[in-house]
């Protein structure tokens, strides 16, 4: 049970709010130490009148109430209360002006939410509820309003002063201050409030919309980082033309601004015409950032992009809706970054991110389904459910459509909806009836969570040319759901020959076939479908694209798998099936080390890697991906009781074997993808640079010495992040002197760059060497270790814990000690990151009854605390 101090939010309490807000008149007299918001709210009731007036209550945190004016009359004390959290009203008229004044402390919020200090300036993060730490509102996303807001500060300090909207007026003040004044002319709930002052520079650019508009771009960040935007530029261009293109949407103010912070919780925040962004999602040099960190740049500046319709325009109703704007800008940010980079091998990645972290989440404690029926803390909800599984749901909805008839189900979402706050019911009722498709069932992928599996069978019979593919799902209960109704799936699938042609789909009752590939409706727990005209036993290609998030089993042979590896038109089924022999192999060894068995790895895996590492008509990327071995957390979920060193024994056991059998193919693709020019990010050899740093690993996991020259070799030679980075992981994970060497040199010339660090950091905590703990533990205490920026705290604490399964878990528990130690300080400094650095203790009872006592005593330990806050005490206590 739940403590009874903190309470529960569900989403069957809704009801609409007693009271509205029309227009918010904001000014600030901005100071790092103490701030001075005075707020002019027009307030109205929401209600019915004949009876007595309703309170108003208003959210607040952490102020200081100075004044509170109503119709411009100072309140007497007796006609208000402030608790902690709200400030109530018992009887206010039906319509009037409530003025409050506040004081707050942008330098003493560790938490960064609400406004704050970063380095030298003051921003602002308000989603989910960070505007009550700004000033009283009624700070729920159905209450919108219109903003016009004036910031005063120092000018010297402060030359650069940003809002939403446009600016309209500027100009000085007395003792060396002045003020701007911006007009966000789109209601818009709190929550999408910013603020950002300080000595910031800027570049910019013109874009003409599809209409001929001309909107300003641009991006400010601290003058040491001006020559670091251009990418972020350019991507923002992008994703402003991809919107038009693909979804018909333009952009609606005159100016769209970018803030690049270093100090930030999350990945960015989509603030009406104020974007803010944690500073790694901005800043890229040649020299600097890696090709992944190009793809993430141009990745979330799309997604913030994006959402200025799917969250802006129509946002949601309650939080419970989060997935109504998350979930499909997602699918959004993920089909942008497709059509820009190779659309196979992100397909690929985002498949690796949602099966490794959401499939996990949704198979312990916390699992919740993407639209959640309750809450503590709200923060605690922007979970990998919520945005990846629905940005499934979203794709899935596409797939039984179709194109055409999904992009208009978002065309009459968008007629139907703009400048509302509306639930996830309104958005697939728009798909529903756009499609003319009942999709009553499918809503239970909002309702039910757990991952649902599919048992695949099949039965071929060749006198009458039937061959039957029959399927049964089922989802496992989840904390609250006990049992669970059958899901509508689509399920992508093709058939194939023995020699590996693609067979015309025809099912029984079909006057012809429908090509090649198509879309399974999934409705009962057990259905069958009967193709016709097949000439022999066919090979199922299944779950093509990853057409829903379900696992799959069907009893593939080893045949059967090198066929779809080779043949398949599917890539992700082609990849996949590479990926089912991996694991069976690696799965098998497991079981041998387990039970002293002796080791090794079968040559028909060698000799099909080998094959695959030959082929050279494969995409670079592609084959980068096709070789690579599951990571060992997707490992570990296919284990009944996770055992972590067998596990990464075996994995490693394999790269060691690679490395040695096939060392000369190794050398020579390497080779080939060696750098013939001077590095560019666009040089389109990111899937080439992958592919050789990829070689190079399994050659360092044998520990020749002639590994160990190459990778120093390229340490000093590359002229880019990628190859430096790819060299030094391997020399980071190498027990040989030039460990040290390198990440020593690699220090001494980066010191001054944070991102550079963080990854410097992060290196250091992922190494798989056994005396990886002790040397976190050192860089704690390093000049340049700082737990309250959260970017430094997760490139140690975070990496260690959630990126190096074997050494975080090593027997004795010194890792889980370590982490709910940190937990701790974190708990007071930022509540949010702390709650995030609890993910690994709540899947404890996945592992040996041994670790499962030493992770409860730490759960325990951390729930003891007193002063525990919200967000950390809702995930300890529900992974308890
Ligand atoms: C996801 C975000 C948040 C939290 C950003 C904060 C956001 C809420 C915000 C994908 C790409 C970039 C960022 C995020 C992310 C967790 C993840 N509204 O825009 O969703
Ligand atoms: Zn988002």
Redesign the pocket.
Known sequence: MLHTQHLTIHRKDYTVPDYLIETVDLTFDLDAEQTQVVSRLAIRSNHDRSGAPRPLVLDGEELTLVSLKLDGVELDADRYQVEEGRLSIPAPPESFQLEATTRISPKANSALSGLYASGSMLCTQC?AEGFRRITYFIDRPDVMAVYTVTLKADRATCPVLLSNGNLTTRGDLPDGRHFATWHDPFKKPSYLFALVAGDLVHISDRFATMSGRQVNLEIYVEQRNREKCEHALRSLERAMRWDEEQFGREYDLDIYMIVAVDDF??????NKGLNVFNSR?VLASPQSATDDDYHAIE??IG??YF?NWT?NRITCRDWFQLSL??GL??FR?QEFSADMQSRPVKRIADVKSLRSAQFAEDAGPLAHPVRPESYLEINNF?SMTV?HKGGEVIRMLRTLLGLEAFRAGMDLYFERHDGQAVRVDEFVQAMADAGKRDLSQFMRWYDQAGTPLLIVSDDYQEQTGIYTLTVVQSCPPTPGQPVKEPFHIPLAMGLLDREGHELPLQLEGEARAAGTSRVLELREGSQSFRFVGIASRPVPSLLRNFSAPVKLEYPYGEGDLALLMTRDSDPFVRWEAGQVQAVQLIMGLVADIREGRALSVKESFIDSFGRLLADEKQDRGFLAEALTLPLESYLAEQMEVIDPSAIHQARELVRDTVGERLREPLLAVREACAPRAPYRPDDGLAGCRRLGNLCLSYLMATGSREAIGLSMAQFESADNMTDSLGALSTLAGCACPERDEALGAFYDRWREDRGVIDKWFSLQATSRLPDTLERVMQLLEHPDFDIRNPNRARSLIGAFSQGNQVRFHEEGGAGYRFLADQILRLNSINPQIAARMLTPFSRWRRFDVGRQEQMKKELARILAEPGLARDVYELAAKSM
């Open positions: 989603e919780n999350m990945g960015a925040m989509e999602y990745e979330v997604h913030e959402h969250g704007k998350e800008t997602i940010d922007y945005y």
